[in-house]
C-alpha cells in the first residue's frame, strides 16, 4: 500500500517558522510525482499552498503564502518539505502533503484534483 507519511508543524507564534515534512512509507518513489502541499481550516476549503514538478522541480504557490513559504524535494531521501517563515494566524489549518500517480501531467498544481495519494496530516497552529 502506498503512503504518504508526515511530520513536522505544531504551535508557534506569529511571525514564527514551522517546517513540515512528507515521505514513504512503503517506499514507492516520489521522484516522477508532482508534489504538493494543502491545508485546510475548520469551515473552509481544503486550499493548494505549494506544489512542485518533477524533473526540472518547477514550483507554485498560492498568492498567500509568497515570499513566506518554500517547498522543497529531495529525490534522494524520498522527501518533500515545506519551509514556513513568517507565519501568521492565517495560517493555522491541517496541512497536508500530496502526489500524484508516477508521470502524471497536470494543469493546476495547485488544485487537489490531480492528486491521488494523501498524507495523514498535520495541524499548524499560529498563535497572535
Known amino acids: 500500500q502506498e503512503e504518504l507519511v508526515q511530520s513536522g508543524g505544531g504551535s508557534v507564534q506569529a511571525g514564527g517558522s514551522l517546517r513540515l515534512s512528507c515521505g514513504s512509507s512503503?517506499?514507492?518513489?516520489?521522484?516522477?510525482?508532482?508534489m504538493g502541499w494543502f491545508r485546510q481550516a475548520p469551515g473552509k476549503e481544503r486550499e493548494g499552498v505549494a506544489a512542485i514538478s518533477p524533473g526540472d522541480g518547477q514550483v507554485a504557490y498560492a498568492d498567500s503564502v509568497k515570499g513566506r513559504f518554500t517547498i522543497s524535494r529531495d529525490n534522494a531521501r524520498n522527501t518533500l518539505s515545506l519551509q514556513m517563515n513568517s507565519l501568521q494566524p492565517e495560517d493555522s489549518a491541517m496541512y497536508y502533503c500530496?502526489?500524484?500517480?508516477?508521470?502524471?501531467?497536470?494543469?493546476?498544481?495547485?488544485?487537489?484534483?490531480?492528486?491521488?495519494?494523501w498524507g495523514q496530516g498535520t495541524q499548524v497552529t499560529v498563535s497572535s
Open positions: 500530496a502526489a500524484t500517480t508516477s508521470g502524471a501531467s497536470l494543469r493546476a498544481p495547485l488544485s487537489d484534483f490531480w492528486y491521488a495519494y
Open positions: 512503503s517506499g514507492f518513489t516520489l521522484t516522477r510525482r508532482h
